[in-house]
Structure formats: C-alpha cells, structure tokens
C-alpha cells in the first residue's frame, strides 16, 4: 500500500478508505442500547456492551500488530477503535438533549495524532460555547465515567474557545498539544474557530516557539542520559527518539499554520521529499514502543536489555557466526536515532531559510581574516557556499571536508545544517587511498585541539566522516557493549572518553581525579595519548580479545597516519594494555611488594605509566555515572605512586614498609577526639593491607564505627554508609571469624535483594573480621535508611542463629533478568602461585548472578582453602573475584593435581550461569 497516501487520509478523516483490523458493528450496538436505553442501569449496561467491543477489538489489533509488524498502522487503529467509542458513546447519550450543539469533543497530543499506543492516554478537550450548561456537563460526566470504568485512561479539560487561546498565550505545553486536535464529534463551528484564533497567534510567535521547543529538547535530552547511543534508551524521550520527531512536527507545523503534518506536500517541495525517510523513522521506533507495551502489558518506553531479545526475534533479527540478532536490532534503531538528527536539522534549516530570518555576513567582512573564498557566516554557523565552487569536484575531497571541521573548531563555530548535509553526501564518494597526506594532519589537529573536540569527533561519526576514514572505526558505530557496566554504544563511550581527558586537561575534574588531573600536565607524549584513547576499542566486536586485535589495528592506522616508530610503539602498548592499571588496582593486593614489581615490570617507564593512569581514568569516567568513585580514585593514586617510586629506583618492599604508617598518620589526623594510645590500639590491630585499600574518608568512618561498635559489645556488629553522588551503599560486617563467614554475609546481604558491586575482607589480630560490602540497590527496591535498618537486623539474625540461604539464592538466580543471557562473558578459573610470595591466588571471570559469591565462597571453603583476602569486582553483568587463599595447614597450594580440582570446581559453578 502507499503508506503516505493512506497516512494523508488518516488525517483528513477519510478513515473509511482505509482497511482497519477492527471494525465497530454500529448498527449492532446501537440496537443492543436502544433496548435498554430506559433501564435503571443504563451506564451499567454501556459499560457492559463496550466492554466486550473494547475487549474484542484490542485483541484483534494485537494479533493484527504481530501479523503486519506496523507500528504506525497499530497505532491508528488503537486510535481509530477507541474514537468510534468514544463518537458512539456521545451521539447516543445527547440524543435526548441536544448536548452536543455546543459541545465539541477534540482529540489531541497522540490521539489527536491518530498515534495512540496501546497502553497510552487518551487526551481530549472538550471545548465548549460561552454558555454554561448543566445539561452538557453531565453529558462530558456520563460518558467519561464509562470509559473511566472501561479502564481506558482519559486525560481531559473543558475549555470555551477564549480559555483556550488564553491558556495557549500563557502555557507552552497546552499551546503545543493544541497542534495536534482533531475533532471527534459535536460542534463544527466551535471547533474551526478555534483553529482560526490559533492560526492568529502563530502570526507573532513562530520564532519564540522554536526556540522554547528546542530548549525543552535540549534538557530533556539531558535528563535522559544526553545521548542517542544508550545501552538501554528510552524510546520516547531519548535524543533521536519518538518526542525529537514529535518536536519536528510540531515547529513545523507551527510555522505554517497548518494541522495536518502532511500538507507540507503542496507547501514545501524539499521537505516534502523527506517525508517518506521522515514516516520510516517515526515507523521503526512506533513498531518497537508497540513491543514494549504489549510486552510489558503498561505504558512503558525503555528499551531494557530483557526486552530487546524478544524484540529482536519479532523484528525477524537472527543471530549468525559473527553478530547477535539483538545487536542487528540495536544498530538499526541507533541508524534511525542518528537519521532523526539528520531530519531535524534538515527540517529546521529549510524552515530558516523559508522565513528569511538569516543574517549573512558574506566572504567580503571575512576574506582578510579568514583567507577562505568559499565560507560564510549564515545564522551565526559555518556555511559553504557551493554556489561559488567553481569546481564542484572539489568538496569530495578529504582534505576539503575535514578543513570545514577544523575551520569551525577553531574559530568556536557551529557547522550549518545544509552543509553537513553537503558533507554526507560527498564523504560516501571519498576515497581515502587516493587522497594527498595533508588530511591526516587535519584530523590530527581535530583531536588534539582543545576546542570542544568531543562534539566535532561526534558529528565527524554521525556525519560518516570517521567510519570513511578509517573502516575500523566504522565496525564500532552503534556497536552494543553486551555487558550491564556500560552505558554506551562504543563508538559514543570513545568520544566521551577524549572529552572527559580534555576535562582534565582544563583542570575540571581535580575534585575527582586529582592525580590525573595533575599528571596530564607533565606528559610529554600528548599526541600519543590522545591516539591510544581514540583507538582503545577499536578491536571491540571482534571473537578475539579486545585490545590484542585492537593494539593490531592501532598499529595500521598509525601507520597510515604516518607517525613515527617510538609514537606507533608506544599507541599500540597503550591500546593493548589499556584494562592492565584498572586490574592490578581493584582487583589484586597492591600492598604486596610482588604486585608492584610484576606490574612496573610490564610497564618498564615512568612516561608510559603517566599516560596509562590519564588513560584509565578516562576510560571509567566515560563508562557511565557512578562508576568512578572515591574508592577507585584511591587504590589507583596509590598503585601509580608506589609504581612510579619503583621505576625510579626505589626497593618495593621498603616503600611498601613505609606506606602504612604514613596511611595511619593521615588517618589519625581526622580523629581529633582519640587519645595517642586508643590511637595506636586501633592501628595496632590491622594486617598492611588493609591501609591502603581504602580511601582515607572511609577510613575514617570504619574507625568511628569501630570505637561505637566496642562499646556496644555485641558478637556481630553491622553498619553502612551511605555513598555520596550514588544510590550505593557501603555495609561493613564485624564479626568473630571462622572459615564460612565471608560466605555467609554474602548469601545473608544477597537474599535481601541488593547487589553486591565490591567486596574486601581483614582480619585483625585480635581475630574479629572486618568485611567490607559496597552495593547497590537491585531492581525491586530503594535503599532508603527504613530499608536498611531491616536489612542490618535481618543479616544480624541469621548470622546469629544460622540459615540456609541456597533455596532462596536459587530462586533469585532464576528469576534474574533474561536481558542477561544476551551477553558474551567468558567463565574463567585462574589459580596462581607466583603473584604472591605467601598466598595462592584465585582469580574468577564471567556472568554475576545473584548469590555467586556465596556459591564460590562456599565451595572454596568445601575444597578446605582459607580466604586470607579478597576482592571482589562487579563490572555490570561481568564479576572479577579474586581470592588469596592457603591451605588448611597454611601453606600455598602445591599440587598440580589440587589445582585442577579446584579449578574444575569452581568453573562448574560458573558454567551453571
């Protein structure tokens, strides 16, 4: 069918042309009322007989909906369905007394769109003569207590024509739903009044609507997460989405005064021939949101990563050798994300020209300065006259294009929507092979310049600039990262993280990353670091490890930039060690002199291990909010400063010596009422590992705790604190130890529902047990203090008296998210002897699920190992746990034999993910 055509006569209420699944029997249901029109319970009987047409005709939409899979097309008949309704209900129920004379019934937002999802609000106006009328206002009542009672969810207001033109003037929200009215039923001239007086207050308002529209654009894409590649976006108000295109319609036809989107045929040639890319947009995302709502059975527009799956198979999407169906389905949706934006400002720059409201300052007020015959100012942007291009050919040309980005960088302009959409054109005919050297110079410059590189690198992305460049890149546009700890897609984690590495530079993040912040100054190699962090996830989406293909395919591309040997050698170390400082920091003691030289032995200089710091900090701020914290920023100020001591010379084993004493002292600093010998009690009692694995704020705390919890002289003591800028919590549990505790805090925190992020576990020698739990709310609950008090007495209790917890954690295990399954997590068991000259160590990868540090835990202490220390690390749906253990005579474990059982055993539990 010709989808536009049938679409313009949706909108001209040309309906019944068109072949809906579901049609009212009219006739049928009017003979049904009109047998009980004067029966006691007449609303009762309505509601009956409309309950069974209601019911009817959403199941057939649904079955018509997986049948078709049209969006746009379930969409209008929901509309269409509840409007007969709606016109029915109306019609019958004046019959007797002309309330409808004076009365029209409007649709609006949309419904009045014709764009009614299943589980949306029905928006209506019920616009009205100066009159008042008794009569009418019981009408409106009837007839909304039966949709109401229909459970149809009606969102109203009553207004004459004069109220409403006043409440536009003032409230920008209802003059916006206003474009969108259709009537249903009543009053034709009621109605065509008040289009003519909103066409009168369009006449002064055009530019001020559109400013007001993109400014509510622009916040609202803030709040929702600021960028068109989320793991896991919201469909209807996410940047590229549903409301982007809404806001389109909208000033568009606020500019030309027109209620009908599709008149923009016989107005606007150009923009007309964006209608079909315009509908295919509007089509894919109205098709996934119908998904979701029948998925979920409410009115629900995230994307999650449950539901994707399932759409993905709807969609048809199937996984094959090298890609997921779900990642196909997320690249077409982020496609349509970016092809909104194009829209957009394809849309806005014609409606600019059309009003003529640029102000052109031409090549004769800026040829002196800007030695440039073809570039203009136009609307405050950048803007290539083609005109005076005599050689056309020129603009598919590298160097040319990537002059204009450089151009406007530099001079802090905004590139002009008709010449970005030069730039799409001619970018698909480049080739890079056949291009001069002097581009490479240029996109060189683009990433270095300290002018608002992250927006230029991400339109040079959206306009395909980068993925025509370098063909690598172009595999990680819109490329999922199947793991619960990003947020992004990894092309837009990449330009986060050279825009946060130029927040450091600028010295806006010495609150967080003092060290970095401080550190980036002193680099010698700025180039150097700004090329590893552009290509850290190059290798991303590959079956091999990430930064082993990736430090490959740094390699060709610096080298197709033409740098030198030390620069090539230096990227490609980066890229390919980018995960190593995060690692040995959260992950393993950094206290043992043996960390420490293992590490600054693959590190070998004090340059590298600069640039290595900057980098990792970068990459965890560009992950998403929350997941650098106080916490972090420790284990790795002290893991650099230890490193860089050794590198310059300095014995491991002495500096480490040192180090917690100098910890003790900063810490006792903050004790001001503590006498000299509490003071030195305390300090007394811990292993030196435990000073430096944590941050001195949190130290502090646990000191304050310590003293209250002595006091108290209870077996077990619990407390928590909450974390500052997060929604987690940090529980520490002190308690007499034994070989299953730190197992049995973790079954006890996980059957509450709450998700364990982080784990460290001391003992003092006084042998009580300090177990340190940072976690975060699952998906069922909020932390609140209330919340909290339960959970402390809960896990106090059956710490105290015993439990079994493994019933429960296998029911969370299977009711854990589906979205889970998506993801590609490797199970591994690494046992190693030589990282620690006194402990075995145990490092285990792969899928979190809940109660899988109880499960490892306790089967560590089956196989009769005792957890010295432990870290443990939650990286989204990824965990990294890593256990230093002996045996039970306390010595490593020495038995090739030994090691495989454990290995095997714990991968068991693992594999059962």
Avoid at 334 to 353: H, I, P, Q, S, W
Avoid at 381 to 398: C, D, E, G, R, W
Avoid at 535 to 543: M, T, Y
Avoid at 579 to 591: E, G, P, Q, T
């Amino acid at each position: 069918m010709d989808f536009l055509k049938d679409k313009f006569e949706f909108i001209n209420q040309n309906t019944e042309k068109i072949s809906f699944p579901i049609k009212i029997n009219i006739p049928s249901i009017q003979d049904n009322i009109s047998k009980n029109k004067h029966h006691s319970n007449l609303k009762s009987n309505l509601t009956s007989v409309f309950a069974d047409v209601l019911k009817e005709g959403q199941s057939i939409i649904k079955k018509d909906f997986k049948n078709k899979k049209d969006g746009l097309f379930c969409l209008s008949s929901n509309s269409h369905l509840i409007e007969q309704i709606i016109k029915i209900l109306f019609e019958f129920s004046s019959e007797t007394t002309n309330g409808l004379n004076n009365l029209a019934v409007i649709s609006s937002g949309g419904f009045g769109r014709r764009e009614l999802a299943p589980n949306s609000d029905v928006d209506l106006l019920f616009l009205t003569g100066p009159k008042k009328s008794e009569t009418r206002n019981q009408l409106i009542s009837f007839v909304l207590y039966i949709l109401w009672d229909l459970g149809i969810k009606v969102s109203h207001s009553t207004r004459t024509v004069s109220q409403a033109i006043k409440d536009a003037e003032k409230d920008i929200n209802f003059r916006t739903s206003i474009l969108d009215i259709r009537k249903l039923v009543g009053n034709t001239n009621l109605f065509e009044e008040l289009k003519n007086k909103i066409k009168l207050l369009q006449d002064d308002t055009k530019s001020d609507f559109k400013i007001i529209k993109l400014k509510e654009q622009e916040e609202r894409h803030k709040l929702s997460g600021g960028s068109r590649y989320m793991l896991e976006p919201n469909i209807k108000e996410g940047k590229g989405c549903l409301r982007d295109l809404n806001t389109l319609v909208w000033i568009t036809k606020y500019h030309f005064k027109i209620f009908n989107f599709l008149e923009i045929k016989k107005i606007n040639k150009c923009l007309a021939r964006e209608l079909e890319n315009f509908y295919k947009a509007l089509g894919f995302i109205t098709t996934i949101r119908c998904c979701l709502h029948y998925i979920s059975n409410k009115d629900n527009n995230i994307l999650d990563l449950s539901s994707q799956e399932e759409i993905a198979s709807f969609f048809g999407f199937k996984d094959d050798s090298n890609t997921l169906g779900v990642e196909k389905l997320m690249k077409q949706f982020y496609f349509v994300t970016k092809e909104v934006g194009r829209l957009t400002r394809r849309f806005l720059n014609e409606l600019d020209t059309i009003n003529d409201t640029r102000s052109i300052y031409s090549i004769t007020t800026h040829q002196n300065v800007w030695d440039r015959k073809n570039f203009e100012i136009i609307d405050g942007k950048l803007y290539l006259n083609v005109a005076k291009i005599k050689n056309k050919l020129s603009i598919i040309n590298l160097n040319f294009i990537l002059d204009i980005f450089e151009f406007a960088q530099n001079r802090g302009l905004e590139i002009h929507p008709s010449t970005i959409h030069h730039i799409e054109i001619s970018i698909k005919q480049v080739s890079v092979v056949k291009e001069k050297n002097d581009w490479k110079e240029k996109f060189i410059n683009i990433l270095l310049s300290r002018k608002n590189t992250e927006e230029f690198l991400r339109l040079m992305t959206e306009t395909g600039v980068l993925g025509q460049i370098f063909s690598d890149f172009k595999n990680i546009i819109g490329l999922m990262q199947f793991n619960m700890y990003h947020y992004y897609t990894v092309d837009e984690h990449t330009i986060r993280s050279i825009g946060f590495l130029h927040k450091l530079e600028k010295g806006e993040l010495s609150d967080i990353a003092p060290v970095a912040s401080e550190l980036v100054k002193k680099i010698k190699s700025r180039k150097v670091l700004f090329l590893a962090l552009f290509l850290h996830d190059i290798g991303k989406g590959r079956k091999r490890d990430h930064s082993i293909i990736g430090s490959e395919i740094a390699k060709e591309i610096c080298l197709k930039l033409s740098l030198n040997n030390e620069e090539i050698e230096n990227i490609t170390w980066l890229v390919r060690n980018h995960l190593l400082m995060s690692k040995i920091a959260f992950n393993y003691d950094i206290s043992d002199p043996k960390t420490i030289t293992d590490f600054t032995n693959q590190v070998q200089s004090p340059e590298k291990l600069k640039l290595l710091l900057i980098m990792t900090v970068a990459d965890i701020l560009a992950v998403g909010p929350d997941k650098w914290n106080s916490w972090k920023a420790s284990l790795m100020r002290d893991l650099y400063r230890f490193s860089e001591k050794v590198l310059y010379g300095a014995d491991p084993h002495q500096i480490l010596e040192l180090n917690p004493e100098k910890s003790k002292d900063k810490i006792k600093k903050t004790l001001h009422n503590w006498t000299a010998e509490d003071l030195d009690n305390y300090s007394d009692q811990y292993p030196n590992n435990y000073w430096s694995s944590i941050d001195t704020e949190t130290h502090t705390w646990l000191a304050q705790t310590t003293k209250k919890n002595i006091s108290n002289n209870n077996l077990i003591n619990l407390d928590y604190k909450s974390l500052k800028g997060t929604d987690s919590v940090l529980i520490v549990v002190m308690a007499p130890d034994h070989s299953g505790l730190f197992s049995d805090i973790a079954g006890a925190i996980t059957i509450q529902e709450i998700e364990i992020q982080t784990a460290k576990i001391f003992t003092r020698k006084d042998g009580i047990a300090v177990d340190l739990f940072w976690v975060s709310p699952g998906k069922r609950i909020i932390l609140n203090y209330e919340k909290l008090d339960k959970i402390k007495k809960s896990i106090i209790k059956n710490l105290t008296e015993g439990f079994y917890p493994d019933r429960q954690i296998a029911n969370l295990w299977k009711s854990s998210s589906k979205g889970l399954n998506l993801f590609r997590n490797v199970s591994r068991v690494m046992l190693y002897n030589d990282l620690s000259n006194s402990n075995s160590i145990i490092e285990v990868n792969g899928k979190n699920r809940p109660g899988l540090l109880y499960k490892l835990t306790k089967e560590i202490k089956s196989l009769g190992l005792q957890i010295q220390s432990a870290s443990v690390s939650t990286y989204g749906d990824k965990v990294v746990d890593v256990f230093y253990v002996k045996d039970i005579f306390g010595m490593k474990i020495d038995s090739k034999t030994r090691e495989d059982v454990i290995i095997r055993s714990l991968k068991k539990i693992l594999l059962e993910c």
